[in-house]
C-alpha cells in the first residue's frame, strides 16, 4: 500500500516495481511537505526541489489528500519542465522519454490526486511497467493484507536506504544524490531503470 505521489521517488518506485498489485490510500489527509506535492531532482546547483502549488483550505479543518485542488493561477508546469531540461537535457535517455513525460505537463489537472495518478501512469509506462492497482475506501492505521509503504511519503523516509550509485548527470560536481525522483532513474539509467529497482527490493525486504 503506497500514497500517490508526484514522480515518486525511487524506493518508493523499488515498492512498485516489484509488485504485482498496488494499493493506493485515497482516504489519507493532506500533510505538508511530503512527496504527495514534490519531488526531488539532481541540478546544476544540486539537490532541486520541485513543488506542485496547492490551495490550502484555510478554517476549513483537515483536508483529505484526494480533495486538495492545484493552484494554476500562474504557469507552474511550463516553469518545472524548463527546470527538468535544464537538468537532464544532456542525460543520455532525456530525449527518449521527453514526449512522454511531456504530455503530463501539457494537461491541466484541477486536483492533485489526478496529477500524482497521471504521473505514475507514465513513468510504469515508460518503465514497461504493467500493474492492477485499486484504492482504499476507508483510511486504515494499518493494513495486514499487503505490505504497508505509506511511510515512504514522508521526504527524509529515503536517508534510510542504501541505493547503489548511478552516473548523474552533475555528479562530477555534487556527488551521487541519493533516492530522488524516478525522473532521475530514468533519464540517467534508462532501459536498465527497471533492473537497476528490483535489484534493490532487499531494502524494502520484499
Excluded at 51 to 78: C, M, Y
Excluded at 84 to 101: C, H, K, Q, T, W
Excluded at 135 to 141: G, H, I, L, M, V
Aim: charged share 25%; glycine share 4%; aromatic share 14%.
Amino acid at each position: 500500500m503506497l500514497h500517490p505521489t508526484y514522480f515518486a521517488s525511487i524506493i518508493q518506485y523499488v515498492g512498485i516495481a516489484t509488485a504485482d498489485k498496488v494499493t493506493f490510500e485515497r482516504e489519507d489527509n493532506y500533510q505538508k511537505q511530503t512527496y504527495r506535492n514534490r519531488c526531488y531532482i539532481c541540478g546544476p546547483n544540486g539537490k532541486q526541489l520541485l513543488s506542485v502549488p496547492v490551495l490550502h483550505a484555510h478554517g476549513k479543518g483537515r483536508q483529505k489528500t484526494k480533495e486538495v485542488r492545484i493552484d494554476n493561477s500562474f504557469s507552474w508546469q511550463k516553469d518545472m519542465f524548463r527546470s527538468l531540461e535544464a537538468s537532464y537535457r544532456s542525460s543520455p535517455f532525456f530525449e527518449f522519454y521527453e514526449d512522454d513525460i511531456r504530455s503530463v505537463f501539457d494537461q491541466r489537472f484541477d486536483f492533485l490526486m489526478d496529477l500524482n495518478l497521471a504521473s505514475f501512469e507514465v513513468v510504469n509506462a515508460c518503465l514497461g511497467l504493467d500493474l492492477s492497482i485499486d484504492f482504499t475506501s476507508a483510511y486504515q492505521p494499518q493494513t495486514l493484507e499487503s505490505k504497508d509503504l505509506r511511510s515512504l511519503v514522508n521526504a527524509k523516509s529515503g536517508d534510510q536506504f542504501d541505493l547503489e550509485p548511478y552516473t548523474q548527470v552533475f555528479d562530477n560536481k555534487h556527488g551521487f544524490l541519493s533516492n530522488l525522483s524516478i525522473l532521475d532513474l530514468l533519464f540517467n539509467e534508462g532501459t536498465n531503470a527497471l533492473t537497476y529497482l528490483q535489484d534493490h527490493r532487499s531494502l524494502l525486504k520484499i
